[in-house]
């Protein structure tokens, strides 16, 4: 039992490898359709010419560095300038930190100019007037007093008690506090969205998503009237949209930026995605968590026919081969096998696809996977039997006149060792057929999602498929081990010395 649940306990560190490697698989090329925003359907957010590093970032960009950036380019004038006042306006409240205490330190040629890129932001803050913000002279003057009088607004304090009171309630003051804060106040926003278990929180996230609409242009707002299912759904769009773009407006320091160098990655914002929404977001907006309770059972249900039912009609087929070995039996059962083996499992559907009734597809799926499981592990058990026949024992016991099938069924446990110890290398090939069976049958299972994934490149469903389908050969493997312990007695001996050397 210790040793079982010592390899249960190494799943997590294998999950992470597999995680990995996966990933690194996935992301190897760009989606056709390039960057994609987290919301649009039939792409996902994380591959693109902008996207952070896969796995380790060392150098994170924050609002600190964008700002600056942009401030050199705008007061310079070069050719980037014009790209510099959109990227400064798309920056907006979080910058100013970042920017107005340099101003004054800024020739005044440049000070001007970087003050001029400053009225959109001015007009989507509501903050000061068109005359104000209209000349270079004007506009620095008035956004050098702006900081002298708001500074101290910009705080993570007074960001978390303006956003805490309009969650509370909304009323155009409180609408007005959060609107002058900008995009400074986007972590208290996303941060106040979530969780949305009930109506009373959908009032909440209503207000939420609508301060951050106003605030990014961005259009993710609770329907009115909605249930919670819908506000649920915007909430886990911003969320995506957060993950993606937090370092825009978040600043990295000490511990925080070595995080960042972990946490700014493409794998990082996977993995996020996956905590934060049941094992990640499909590129159909749906939870990976809920389409896997939705469409996994039938397909479990094929594997453990395939394992359970397959194997057992493949262990007796080359039990009746080996104790008829030469014969007209062993011939028959070889031939058809062999023939099952290597005739497509497509072939096989087609052929067997009744026209029509939802039970008959499914009687003809659990055949065809019986079937090829069946073929899969008869001639296994065939060999192994055979070599079982030929110890000396079996030979002691045919000289006193035992028979090939008292033989064989006094070799059996012996012999289904090999069988057993297959099920978990197995399982794979056991799913590729069953994502065949299903798609040919028209069953919902998952195989028909996984190929449009395929197609899709949806990073989050493959991801997920992964994890579950290594999750499940480690557990199939632990199973049948355990099964050879209580089989064989010289592996059960070797689990006890395993363990008496580790303790």
Avoid: C
């Avoid at 359907?41 to 010419?49: D, L, N, S």
């Avoid at 499940?472 to 632990?478: D, N, R, S, T």
């Amino acid at each position: 039992m210790r040793h079982a649940l010592r390899r249960i306990l190494w799943i997590v560190p294998t999950l992470f490898l597999v995680s990995i490697a996966a990933f690194w698989v996935l992301t190897a090329t760009p989606t056709p359709g390039g960057r994609a925003e987290a919301g649009e359907h039939g792409a996902h957010p994380f591959f693109g010419p902008h996207s952070p590093p896969r796995f380790l970032n060392p150098h994170p960009t924050s609002v600190r560095e964008l700002t600056e950036q942009a401030m050199n380019s705008i007061a310079s004038d070069d050719t980037r300038a014009a790209a510099a006042r959109v990227e400064l306006a798309r920056l907006g409240g979080a910058a100013l930190p970042h920017l107005l205490p340099k101003l004054d330190s800024v020739e005044p040629i440049g000070r001007g100019r970087i003050a001029l890129a400053l009225a959109p932001i001015g007009q989507r803050m509501n903050v000061g007037t068109p005359e104000e913000r209209g000349s270079p002279e004007g506009a620095a003057l008035y956004w050098s007093r702006f900081w002298q009088d708001r500074a101290i607004d910009f705080r993570p304090a007074v960001v978390k008690r303006a956003v805490g009171r309009l969650a509370e309630k909304s009323t155009a003051g409180r609408r007005q506090d959060v609107t002058e804060l900008d995009t400074f106040a986007l972590p208290e926003l996303i941060d106040m969205m979530a969780p949305v278990n009930r109506q009373a929180d959908v009032k909440r996230a209503t207000r939420m998503a609508a301060a951050a609409s106003r605030i990014t242009g961005e259009p993710w707002k609770v329907p009115k009237d909605a249930s919670v299912d819908q506000a649920r759904a915007v909430v886990r769009t911003w969320q995506r949209w957060w993950v993606k773009h937090r370092s825009d407006y978040v600043t990295f320091d000490g511990a925080g930026r070595a995080l960042a160098m972990v946490s700014e990655t493409q794998y990082a914002h996977w993995a996020t995605d996956a905590v934060q929404n049941r094992l990640g977001t499909t590129a159909s907006d749906e939870r990976v968590l809920d389409v896997l309770v939705r469409r996994g059972p039938l397909t479990l249900w094929l594997l453990a026919v395939g394992l359970f039912a397959g194997f057992a009609l493949g262990m007796l087929v080359g039990v009746a081969g080996a104790a008829r070995a030469r014969r007209g039996v062993d011939t028959l059962t070889s031939a058809v096998a062999v023939g099952i083996a290597a005739l497509p499992i497509a072939a096989l559907s087609a052929w067997a696809a009744p026209a029509q009734g939802s039970g008959a597809r499914y009687f003809t799926a659990a055949l065809l996977m019986t079937l090829a499981a069946a073929a899969l592990t008869s001639r296994y058990q065939r060999a192994s039997s055979r070599v079982a026949m030929d110890q000396e024992y079996s030979r002691t016991a045919r000289a006193f006149g035992a028979s090939p099938w008292r033989l064989a069924r006094w070799t059996f446990r012996a012999s289904s060792v090999a069988s057993i110890s297959l099920m978990g290398a197995h399982l794979a090939q056991l799913l590729t057929v069953a994502f065949v069976i299903e798609h040919a049958l028209g069953l919902d299972g998952l195989g028909a999602t996984t190929l449009r994934a395929i197609v899709a490149k949806d990073l989050a469903w493959l991801m997920a498929l992964s994890l579950v389908i290594a999750t499940a050969l480690a557990l199939v493997q632990i199973a049948s081990d355990a099964l050879l312990a209580a089989l064989d007695p010289r592996v059960r001996l070797g689990f006890m010395r395993k363990r008496g050397a580790a303790e």
